[in-house]
């Protein structure tokens, strides 16, 4: 699992340094502000729905949101697609089967059909998983960016 403690201090930083509050901020991305509360206690992990809402909230990138990389590069961020979609254009780009997409990401055949056929969604850490997998990063995974 991904560090929460990153998450939480950079999206304090972001906060601080943007002058936003955290009732504020959750009523920009839809969630409760206890939702944003616990963000910051390192209580909670955002989902894949919400870290994307909070890096275009801030301009950022998700890696750098995630605390995965120290320095956000400028970069133009692009709608991302439905996941099942995102996954077929992961699979053409990586020119790879299936099989070989999960089993590469360590992710389970099972969850990873899910995600494929649009029952579920990865939460952050697989979507980390899949990019560490790939040598790419979370905002590729994502469709943010295109490279």
Not at 15 to 37: Q, R
Not at 91 to 114: D, L, M, P, Q, V
Request: proline residues 3%.
């Amino acid at each position: 699992m991904y560090s929460l403690s990153k998450f939480a201090e950079t999206l304090d930083i972001l906060m601080f340094e943007n002058d936003v509050k955290s009732i504020n901020l959750a009523n920009a991305i839809g969630v409760d502000s206890t939702t944003v509360t616990r963000y910051l206690q390192e209580k909670r992990a955002p989902s894949a729905e919400t870290l994307i809402k909070l890096a275009d909230y801030f301009n950022c990138s998700c890696d750098y949101l995630l605390g995965l990389i120290d320095d956000d590069i400028s970069n133009t961020y692009y709608p991302c697609p439905s996941f099942p979609e995102q996954l077929t254009n992961l699979k053409n780009t990586f020119k790879c089967s299936w099989r070989y997409f999960y089993t590469h990401s360590n992710i389970s055949a099972s969850r990873f059909y899910e995600w494929k056929n649009g029952k579920s969604v990865p939460s952050v850490d697989c979507i980390i998983m899949l990019a560490k997998g790939f040598n790419c990063s979370v905002d590729f995974i994502l469709g943010r960016t295109k490279d």
